[in-house]
């Protein structure tokens, strides 16, 4: 009864001042410009980003948007606890906004932070809607001057054709972004980058590639360039509110005037630290204190982590201080093995039962982690004790104490640690997930556990449970993975203050825990934040069983905004032409080949191929084929495509007659431009040739070939 009595008192003066903070938005089509070239893209009250959402701690937030567009539209409000209801997310827990119709979201601010709001409706993030959301403490002591600094990712393409190109060829964008993995390349990287390549290709990993989409701009602010000015010269510091709104693009963020300090990440107070480098996965947020100076304007540079291109901010007036520039990673010389030493937490070995002690025994988990990562220099914060008592940590005594440790280059959470005890509730019970992130860069199907959203929609959990998802990454690339309604531990070797977070990001080949308390209702998405991962499957609804409201009519959500996609490849040479159309999903593939010469000889294969994973497909279909006046047969056939070390493809197919035949291919790039491919199988029949690249879809051609002989052309898809 006490309690309850302390309740009302508590929150009856607090309800009764609660303040309406309204908002009224149009989204609507803008014509912008960023590179020279006009773009239709998609604006909130005609700003990219969005206005900036502000309220405080007790306040209500009301905020309407009328939707301009002639396609649905949503409104996600990235991270903020809220009710099922008003997450935002179309077909799940709240009605898409319809074209010329109106949504208007009402909730109140319970936590302070930096968020973002973003459209939850196709790729519409890659085409402008998203905004920054700051929440402030009931009485903020704002003494420091903040900015948000809100970064993105730009195409000049329309966004659906950026889909389909990373459907029709999984290396579309590395001639764009001059990242094709050619063995010049690797020769020129040495024996390290060889034993790499080999390692991987036997492995059938293949190389290691760190973005998709090779993009045209990126953006600080909707701008490539932006500023920061009106700063009082009494200024010594700026609080920095970052958000990557990015689609799919990682950056790492430096500052000109040296170490940036982490006050917050995805809008949760951590122990400050300080660092001259940090990564900033899709998704997430970061406060950083950043130091003034009078007469001097430092930039802050966001370098994509493929390398490919940066923004700028710069935050001061005056003489212009440039951020050093980041060297280009390479490719090459990151192996599977490092990725492996990426992780914040070893998975294999330590069973769910170690995992689960560990909560008690902070400082035994980081014992490992110093050599893992030679990269860093652990500033150790400040000194872990499990005393209840020493848990509220004096602010400045934690400053004093990093002053010595600066992180050169933060790419994970081993050095985050929450301000308070994240612990989950003792007496609950505890539900472990696996989660194996896999996919297909090949055919750009991204999944969890080998299956896409549409093939296994829902993770099951009950309310007043413990759950911890464990993820390993099974593919090359990284994804940022995101939980909505949730903040979720991310188990570091700080223990029981292990940071909270609602974005984490995965490494290649790396595994990450997190974990959080069931404390919710119905039904929540869990998904990679890059949106083209998300759209090609990578994605699931965290039902709580007791209360989801799940239908089928949620399919339209988790399916791709897409299901099937097509591709035409012509091969057009003076003594032969080939074409192949194929139409595919996720699992199935409807595809034709035809081959012929001019005069005598001509080939057809119609098949269905069925994918059971990334390596296998199995298939049936006929061939008809006349060589030479040969009487022309039609067959039936069936077998299996299966992809073997060295990345080579082979075929094993039986006709109906019973006849075997073994028919194996690859293709290998010599340099960025020259490539030979090769195909022989056991009826002694082969075609091999070298090509010349032109761009991403046209390359000519020198081939030969047991059928057609000897003739130079071009190749090329759409
Ligand atoms: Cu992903």
């Known amino acids: 009864m006490n309690t309850r009595f302390l309740l009302i008192a508590l929150f009856l003066p607090a309800l009764g001042t609660a303040a309406v903070v309204e908002y009224e938005f149009d989204i609507a089509v803008k014509e912008v410009n960023i590179t020279g070239v006009p773009i239709e893209a998609l604006a909130i009250d005609d700003q990219i980003p969005a206005p900036t959402v502000r309220a405080a701690v007790g306040d209500v937030l009301r905020a309407t948007f009328h939707n301009r567009l002639n396609v649905i539209t949503s409104v996600h409000w990235h991270g903020i606890l809220v009710p099922g209801d008003q997450d935002g997310v179309p077909f799940l827990n709240t009605q898409p906004i319809e074209p010329g119709a109106s949504h208007t979201f009402e909730f109140p601010i319970i936590h302070a932070g930096t968020f973002w709001y973003h459209s939850h409706s196709d790729l519409q993030v890659q085409k402008g809607l998203y905004g920054a959301v700051v929440l402030s403490e009931a009485h903020a002591d704002d003494s420091t001057d903040e900015r948000v ?5 730009w195409t000049n393409e329309r966004v659906e054709s950026v889909l389909g190109n990373l459907k029709a060829k999984d290396d579309f964008y590395s001639f764009k972004r001059d990242t094709i993995q050619s063995w010049d390349r690797v020769l020129g990287n040495g024996a390290d980058a060889i034993r790499n390549r080999l390692r991987g290709s036997i492995s059938r990993m293949g190389p290691m590639d760190l973005a998709d989409v090779g993009y045209d701009a990126f953006l600080v602010n909707g701008q490539r360039e932006g500023s920061v000015t009106d700063i009082s010269t009494e200024n010594k510091q700026m609080k920095l509110r970052m958000i990557n709104g990015s689609t799919s693009t990682y950056y790492d963020v430096e500052y000109a005037a040296g170490p940036m300090t982490i006050i917050a990440a995805d809008g949760q107070d951590v122990m400050p630290i300080r660092v001259k480098r940090l990564r900033i996965s899709t998704a997430e947020t970061y406060d950083v204190l950043v130091p003034l100076n009078a007469g001097q304007s430092f930039e802050l540079r966001a370098t994509s982590i493929d390398g490919s291109g940066y923004s700028s901010l710069f935050i001061g007036e005056g003489v212009k201080v440039l951020a050093p520039d980041v060297p280009r990673p390479n490719p090459f010389l990151i192996s599977h093995m490092d990725m492996d ?52 940590m004096h602010e400045h005594d934690a400053r004093m104490q990093t002053e010595e440790g600066v992180i050169e280059h933060m790419t994970d959470y081993s050095a985050l640690m929450a301000t308070h005890v994240t612990a989950l509730p003792g007496q609950q019970e505890w539900r472990e997930i696996e989660l194996a992130l896999t996919g297909n860069m090949e055919r750009y199907v991204w999944s ?13 959990i009950r309310k007043g449970e413990n759950v911890r998802f464990l993820m390993k990454n099974d593919t090359m690339m990284h994804h940022p993975l995101h939980l909505h309604g949730h903040f979720f531990r991310v188990v570091n070797q700080h223990g029981e203050r292990s940071p909270l977070k609602h974005t984490v990001n995965v490494p290649p080949m790396g595994s990450v825990v997190i974990e959080f308390d069931a404390n919710e209702e119905e039904d929540w998405l869990f998904h990679c934040h890059n949106q083209f991962h998300m759209k ?16 089928p009519e949620i399919d339209r959500l988790i399916r791709p905004s897409r299901r099937w996609f097509d591709i035409n490849n012509f091969h057009a040479m003076n003594s032969f032409v080939d074409y192949e159309f194929s139409v595919f999903d996720e699992r199935h593939e409807f595809a034709v080949e035809i081959d012929a010469d001019f005069a005598h000889s001509y080939e057809v294969h119609a098949i269905y191929n069925y994918y059971f994973s990334r390596f296998v497909s199995g298939f049936a279909g006929i061939e008809s084929r006349e060589h030479h006046h040969d009487n022309t047969h039609d067959i039936g056939i069936a077998g299996l495509n299966v992809t073997l070390p060295l990345l080579i493809e082979s075929e094993w197919r039986v006709n109906d007659h019973g006849r075997f035949r073994l028919e194996l291919q690859s293709e290998i790039p010599l340099t960025r431009h020259f490539g030979v491919d090769w195909r022989w199988n056991t009826d002694n029949e082969y075609r091999y040739g070298i090509n010349y690249r032109l761009n991403n879809r046209w390359s000519l051609t020198v081939h030969t070939d047991t059928e057609y002989g000897e003739g130079v052309g071009i190749k090329f898809f759409y």
């Open 149 to 153: 600094v809100l970064f993105s990712d």
């Open 448 to 460: 969890f556990n080998g299956k896409t959203a549409r093939e296994s929609p829902q993770i099951l």
């Open 341 to 392: 030493m990426d992780m914040d937490m070893p998975m294999s070995g330590s069973s769910p039962m170690t995992m689960h002690e560990s909560h008690d025994m902070s400082v035994e988990v980081g014992a490992q982690e110093p050599n893992a990562m030679p990269e860093h220099v652990h500033g150790d914060p400040v000194a872990i004790s499990t005393d209840a008592g020493a848990m509220v």
């Open 536 to 551: 090609t499957g990578m994605n699931r609804v965290v039902s709580y069983e007791q209360t989801s409201l799940f239908t």
